[in-house]
């Protein structure tokens, strides 16, 4: 076996994609080429400054390879492409913007396995992000991942203040240098090779595959759905591939890990961006200002039943109670809270919430099959969904309200467009998303 190191490309180079370029070249057995537009001259002249609750303070690093667009990046034959920038298919789809190292005359100019096309890792947030990559390029195997992971990056230019609104942000200059990337001790990834969307409506059926109900991810190269002994070749091509990554990205020191249907940690996930970061882009207001205590009779019931409304549309998918959790609702309700006090208070989701009728109808709308159970009477203490330890940054602010304050496009279509799409085509009403 080859000790030379993969090359691996990474898109995006910002607060997650830097981290992640960071520790795949952490773990020594690869070379990270970083594409950057915007950032090049900072981080060529400066480096780019990690500062981690986890991996330390890193100075002036700087990838193998940084280069400013596709033409210069697309040289070589990468046997990942890790994809960190936001899905925004109304703005550009994500299969246009790889397109220069999946097309076939890429493959003709690789110096190795120029038979293969690389394996795509898509970090990024919503639902379906992966299926228009997925029909344009239907031999490239497609590693979807979930981050868990709280990191903001500071440009060179200005620090802005953590305050509550535009009109109170506060810029400060400082001195010249390359970009600062913050990043607090939560670290983790989920990795799931991408098959396609909903469970077989018959899950007692051993010849029903898993992920065929919404639509399917294992194409041909005539756009129709691998059968048989094609889709079992894939299947356990792509997941060598994906232990592979998995293989690297862990030695460089993430908590990553990975899953045999990848969906239900997406829509968990995307519980957390479709009614936390669309409630606090619409408020403006960060996560801890969101749940002051005050606000709390107000805010808390509008984010558990925007989160249960996408719990409906994921049980109608097919994500039962044993892949999705219904306490997953409020245990990330209680997560937040938690992240948005003081360090040391235990939070505790309130009492009169969960003991609601309308909420108590709602528990049995999405699990009906389950009885309802004593609860503690001060409340729901936090519980463990995958996400370790308390996210120490009460100012943070979700990235869709910085896009937002920076005029930038937000990921509106795949964190809520994309939920609207599937509740039509099951018929659940979504009156609170719909807004």
Known sequence: MSSEPMDILLVGLGAVGGIYAYVLERSQRCRVTAITRSLYDSIQTHGLTINSKK???????????????????????????????????DVEPTSAILAPFLLPCHQASSDA????????????????????????????HILSCV?????????PSVVESRTSTPQNCSVQPINPGGPIIEHDALDRLVIGLYEGEGFAENHDDPDQRPCN????????????????????EKLQCGTNEMQLFLDVITAGGCKAEAVGH???????????????????????????QFLAPDFLPHTLPAVRETMVEMLCVARALGYREAELSAETVDEVISLMLQN??????????????????????????????????????????????????????????????????????????????????????KAIETPRLDL
């Open 262 to 288: 990848i969906q239900p940690a997406r829509w968990a996930k995307n519980m957390v961006n479709g009614a936390f970061s669309t409630m606090c882009t619409l408020s403006r207001a960060s996560i801890a």
């Open 213 to 232: 109900w919404y639509v399917e991810g294992l194409l041909d190269e005539d756009g129709t759905a691998l059968i048989g002994a094609a889709r079992t």
């Open 113 to 140: 396995r120029t038979n293969l096309p690389p394996t795509v890792v898509l970090c990024q947030n919503g639902i379906g992000i992966e299926q228009s990559l997925a029909e344009a390029f239907p031999s490239v």
């Open 340 to 425: 948005s006090q003081s360090k040391g208070s235990v939070s505790r989701l309130p009492s009169a919430l969960k003991a609601s009728p309308a909420n108590q109808a709602t528990d049995r709308r999405i699990n009906p099959d389950v009885p309802p159970e004593d609860k503690d009477p001060d409340g729901t203490e936090v519980k463990n969904i995958g996400v370790d330890g308390p996210m120490e940054q009460p100012s943070f602010k979700p990235s869709m309200l910085i896009d937002m304050e920076r005029n930038r496009p937000i990921e509106l279509e795949p964190i809520i467009g994309a939920v609207l799409e599937r509740a039509k085509s």
């Open 55 to 89: 991996y330390g303070l890193i100075e002036n690093w700087r990838p193998y390879r940084l280069v400013r667009s596709a033409d210069e990046a697309a040289d070589r034959y990468y046997r990942f492409v890790v994809c960190c920038i936001k899905c925004l298919p």
């Open 147 to 155: 981050a868990w992971i709280m990191a903001t990056l500071t440009s």
